[in-house]
Every structure is written in structure tokens, then in C-alpha cells.
């Protein structure tokens, strides 16, 4: 790599990046030891007179697993169940004995894993965006094409620099996050393997990766300040949305019967006991892939005539109106739940309307400056002809 280029690049990024890894890294520690002292609360609450005050005074109508059970059974109960990393809910009928249907599966839970996902997806967004929107707006960029280097090797430089770090110490993080968790509490409430603790790791790790690299594509090819932001925060918002919409459409157009709503998180953003599936890492890691090639190429060929535009790259309007025109129905359409076929019920005219409605409103975003060139020159044919006559 270009050494002047990194100097100029570290100096610009450098520190923020410094301090962002820190925090991160930071943050996962700060909410391990949270996580710990919580646990440790708990168990000191259940050691304690009141809580034997408090379990005596719940009835067996009150809550249905005490049926049949003495006070040191309820309190062998309850200890299992809330100093346990991870536990199942369980359902009871009306007469207070345990549902025990396979067909209804209980999911796994955890009080003592919060890894808050939403702000960490959030930060990791904003910073794959602004990677390239913010030199952009700045004009940052006119000053790095004429340092005599390529684009390209501006784009893996810059990619270089800031998302190694970022994603290192997310990584760093979780690992943290996990040792501290594990260590802090007794081994035999524990339960879950070293293995499924990395593949949780690795499998969040990628999700987060994901997200990075979309947010960096989208702050590459856009160039609005409203509808940017609005974009990548947007998809970003959806996608998991999107995922059920294909998996219910998949069901509907296929004719397949269904008993149950699609709504399962597709990505595994936190650490948890459910079965890791390699689905999720697979297109995690390919599509990122995808688009980091697919950026070096675009980035390449990059000109400062469309820096206020929605798409800098007129190669992509007419595939993002496509994708808008496919994207948005499915998503209003069948990201609610799963249409049974056999009801009757056709989702059909709604798709055609949302996707009518989504086809024009895109077209005029992406291709506004040729609609208004196209107005004006039908305006001005017009009053030529009102003069002429």
C-alpha cells in the first residue's frame, strides 16, 4: 500500500478509530462484569429470608409449577431456572400439568447475556456508511484522487484501515463479553458448551460483518444527505423483515402448508442456545464478499459530477428500481405472517398495488434529474409550437 496515502488516511481516521475500538471493546467488559454482579445478586436474593418470605406466599393457583411441590422443591425450581445462563420457558395447560407436546417448542432464554444488539448494530452501520459517504460530502475525495494514486487502491486502503480495527475488536469484544460471563459464574450453572459459545460467537460476529458491509456499499453508491442515511438505516432495518417476507412467499406461490408464522430472527446477533445454522454465516460471508469487490470496481470508476445524487453510479438505477419494486411489497406483504392458500385470501392485488406505488416513487428518486429534463423539454416543444401557431 501506498505509504503517503496511509500517513493521510491515519491522521484523518486514526484517532477516532482508536477511541471507537476502545469503546467497543470497552463496552462488552463493562456490560460482562453488569451481567455478573447480576447473577450474583440473584443468587444472594435467593439465599436470602425474603425470598422465603416471598416463595410462601405464591399459591399453586398463582403459578402452576409449584403444583404438588414443598418449599425446598420450589426453591430447587426457581434456582435451576433463574441462575442458569440459559433457560426454557414451559407451558402448562389449564388444569396446571406441563405441555409436553414436542410440536410445541419452547425457546431458550437468558437474563444474563446483554450484549444490547441494537446499539452495537447501530454504531457498526453508521460507521460502514459514513466510511465513504462522509469523504464524499466533505470533499475529502477530490483531495485523495489527486494524490497521484489509484481509486482502487484508495478503496482497499481505506477498507483496510478502518474495517480490520472495527471488526477486530467487535470480535475482541464478544470473545471479552463470553470469558467474563463464563468465569464470573459457577461452572454448573453453566450450561452451554465451549463449542456452542464459539459457534455463537463467530455466527454474531458475522452478522454484525454483514451489516458493515452493506452499510459501507450503500454510503458508497449514495450521495444524498437525507435519502443516504435513510436508505441504509432503512434496508438495514427491514432486512430481517425481508427474510421472512421471501420465506412466506416461498410458502404461499409453492402451495406449501404451514400451521405456524414465519417470524424467527434469521441472523444470530447474541450469544444463545438455540441450534446455530450455517445458512445465516454462509450468506453473511458471501455477500460481503460480493460487495466488497463489487465496491472496489464502482469506486474505480467514481466521478464528482453526481456527488449530490441519490446513485452515483448510473449503472445501478435501473437494478435499484428493480430491487425497490421487489423489495418493498414483499416486505409489506408478507413480513406480518403467513398467507394460507387454501383460505382463499390472495395477497396478489396488494403486492401489484405496493409494488405500483414503490416502482414510481423509486423511479422518481433515482431518476429525477432525467424526469425533470424530460418535463422541461416537453414544456419548452410545447411553447414553441404556441408560438408558431
Not at 2 to 8: E, F, P, V
Not at 98 to 118: A, G, Q, R, S, V
Not at 234 to 239: A, E, L
Request: glycine letters at 6%; one cysteine or more; charged letters at 15%.
Amino acid at each position: 500500500m501506498n505509504k503517503q496515502l496511509m500517513t493521510i488516511l491515519k491522521k484523518r481516521y486514526g484517532l477516532v478509530l482508536v477511541i471507537t475500538s476502545l469503546s467497543i471493546i470497552l463496552f462488552y467488559g463493562y456490560n460482562g462484569i453488569n451481567d455478573v454482579n447480576h447473577w450474583k445478586t440473584t443468587e444472594k436474593y435467593y439465599n436470602s429470608e425474603q425470598y422465603t418470605k416471598d416463595l410462601e406466599k405464591i399459591s399453586e393457583h398463582d403459578d402452576p409449577r409449584y403444583q404438588g411441590l414443598s418449599l425446598n422443591e420450589r426453591k430447587k425450581l426457581n434456582e435451576e431456572e433463574g441462575l442458569s445462563l440459559f433457560y426454557q420457558t414451559n407451558a402448562y395447560d389449564d388444569s396446571g400439568k406441563l405441555i409436553t407436546d414436542p410440536k410445541n417448542y419452547n425457546p431458550y432464554f437468558t437474563i444474563y447475556f446483554n450484549e444490547n444488539p441494537l446499539l452495537l448494530l447501530a454504531i457498526i452501520v453508521a460507521i460502514g456508511f459514513f466510511m465513504f459517504f462522509v469523504d464524499l460530502k466533505t470533499s475529502f475525495n477530490e483531495f485523495l484522487f489527486s494524490l497521484g494514486v489509484s481509486k482502487r487502491r484508495i478503496y482497499f486502503s481505506k477498507f483496510a484501515l478502518i474495517s480490520v480495527p472495527i471488526l477486530t475488536s467487535l470480535l475482541l469484544g464478544k470473545i471479552l463479553f463470553v470469558s467474563i460471563i463464563t468465569t464470573g459464574i459457577p461452572a454448573e450453572y453453566v450450561n452451554i458448551s465451549i463449542m456452542e459459545l464459539v459457534a455463537n460467537v463467530l455466527a454474531s460476529w458475522t452478522t454484525y460483518m454483514f451489516y458493515f458491509f452493506i452499510a459501507a456499499f450503500i454510503g458508497l453508491v449514495t450521495g444524498n444527505i437525507i435519502l443516504g442515511p435513510l436508505t441504509v438505516f432503512g434496508f438495514c432495518i427491514s432486512f430481517e423483515f425481508f427474510i421472512t417476507a421471501v420465506v412466506n412467499a416461498w410458502y404461499y406461490f409453492t402451495k406449501t402448508t404451514s400451521d405456524y408464522f414465519i417470524t424467527n430472527k434469521f441472523f444470530v446477533y447474541t450469544v444463545t442456545k438455540e441450534p446455530i445454522s450455517a445458512l445465516p454465516i454462509t450468506l453473511a460471508v458471501i455477500v460481503s464478499l460480493l460487495l466488497f469487490v463489487s465496491g472496489s470496481y464502482l469506486f474505480s470508476t467514481l466521478t464528482l459530477e453526481n456527488k449530490g445524487k441519490y446513485l452515483l453510479f448510473d449503472t445501478l438505477k435501473i437494478p435499484v428500481i428493480i430491487a425497490m419494486t421487489i423489495y418493498v411489497p414483499l416486505v409489506l406483504v408478507f413480513s406480518h405472517g403467513y398467507y394460507n392458500y387454501e383460505t382463499g385470501a390472495s395477497p396478489i392485488p396488494s403486492l401489484l398495488i405496493y409494488g405500483i406505488i414503490t416502482a414510481l416513487i423509486g423511479s422518481y428518486l433515482v431518476l429525477k434529474k432525467e424526469i425533470h429534463e424530460l418535463i422541461n423539454r416537453a414544456k419548452q416543444m410545447n411553447n414553441t409550437s404556441n408560438v408558431k401557431s
